[in-house]
C-alpha cells in the first residue's frame, strides 16, 4: 500500500521542549516538503529535500531543522527557538524537483500542541 | 514578499448553487495547482495548468489560468454536498512553492 505516513496523529509537548515528527513515503519520490498549517489559513513551506542529504530552506524555517539521511525518510524537528509552534504539520512529497510539474501527495499530519 | 491570495476566505452556498473562488498571485507562477482538503483531512490534488490561458474541466468544476499567470480560478457547476471542503491554489516561483490562502467551501443541503 503506496503512500505517505506521519506519526503521531496527535502530539502534545511542554514549552522549551524539542520535538520530531516523523514522515515516511513508500513512493519512491525523490522529493519531500514539510508545511505548516494554522487556523483557517492555507499551507506555508518550511523545508523541502530534492535529494538525500540535501534540503533547502522554505518560507518560514527559522526554529525548524529537518535532515533527509535516507529518501524515504524526513524527519522534522520543531526546536525550543520555534516561538510559536503549536500548528498543523503536513509533510508531502513528489516525484520530481520543486519547480517542475508534479503533484505534491501528502501525509495525513501531525497536530501538534505546545503546552 | 510574495503572497498567494484566494477569494473569498470562505463561501456558504445552498446546494445546487454555483461557486467560485479566484486565486491572485503577487509574481509570475510557473504552473498552477489546485489542491482540495476536506474537513479534518490532507490536501489532495485535483488539477494543474501550466500554459497561460489554459481552462480545464473536470465534470462539474472548471479551471482556468490568467494570460499573465499571476491569477487562476476554480469554478463549481451545481454544487453537491461532497464538494465541501477548502479549496487552494499553489504554484512554485523561483525556488519556493506557495500555497494560496483558501477557501472553504459550505454546502447547505
Known amino acids: 500500500d503506496g503512500g505517505i505516513t506521519q506519526s503521531p496523529k496527535y502530539l502534545f509537548r511542554k514549552e522549551g521542549q524539542n520535538v520530531t515528527l516523523s514522515c515516511e513515503q513508500n513512493?519512491?519520490?525523490?522529493?519531500m516538503y514539510w508545511y505548516r498549517q494554522d487556523p483557517g489559513q492555507g499551507l506555508r513551506l518550511i523545508y523541502y529535500?530534492?535529494?538525500?542529504?540535501?534540503?533547502q530552506k522554505g518560507d518560514i524555517a527559522e526554529g525548524y531543522s529537518v535532515s533527509r539521511e535516507k529518501k524515504e525518510s524526513f524527519p522534522l524537528t520543531v526546536t525550543s527557538a520555534q516561538k510559536n509552534p503549536t500548528a498543523f504539520y503536513l509533510c508531502?512529497?513528489?516525484?520530481?524537483?520543486?519547480?517542475?510539474?508534479?503533484?505534491?501527495?501528502f501525509g495525513p499530519g501531525t497536530r501538534l500542541t505546545v503546552l | 514578499g510574495q503572497q498567494v491570495m484566494q477569494i473569498p476566505q470562505y463561501q456558504h452556498v445552498q446546494e445546487g448553487e454555483d461557486f467560485t473562488t479566484y486565486c491572485n498571485s503577487s509574481?509570475?507562477?510557473?504552473?498552477i495547482q489546485w489542491y482540495k482538503q476536506r474537513p479534518g483531512g490532507h490536501p489532495v490534488f485535483l488539477i494543474q495548468?501550466?500554459?497561460?490561458?489554459e481552462v480545464k474541466k473536470q465534470k462539474r468544476l472548471t479551471f482556468q489560468f490568467g494570460e499573465a499567470k499571476k491569477n487562476s480560478s476554480l469554478h463549481i457547476t451545481a454544487t453537491q454536498t461532497t464538494d465541501v471542503g477548502t479549496y487552494f491554489c499553489?504554484?512554485?516561483?523561483?525556488?519556493?512553492?506557495?500555497f494560496g490562502t483558501g477557501t472553504s467551501l459550505t454546502v447547505i443541503p
Open positions: 508531502a512529497s513528489s516525484m520530481g524537483k520543486l519547480s517542475s510539474y508534479n503533484e505534491q501527495f
Open positions: 513512493l519512491n519520490h525523490d522529493a
Open positions: 529535500s530534492q535529494i538525500v542529504n540535501d534540503f
Open positions: 509574481t509570475t507562477l510557473s504552473n
Open positions: 495548468l501550466v500554459k497561460s490561458g
Open positions: 499553489a504554484g512554485p516561483t523561483g525556488n519556493q512553492f506557495y
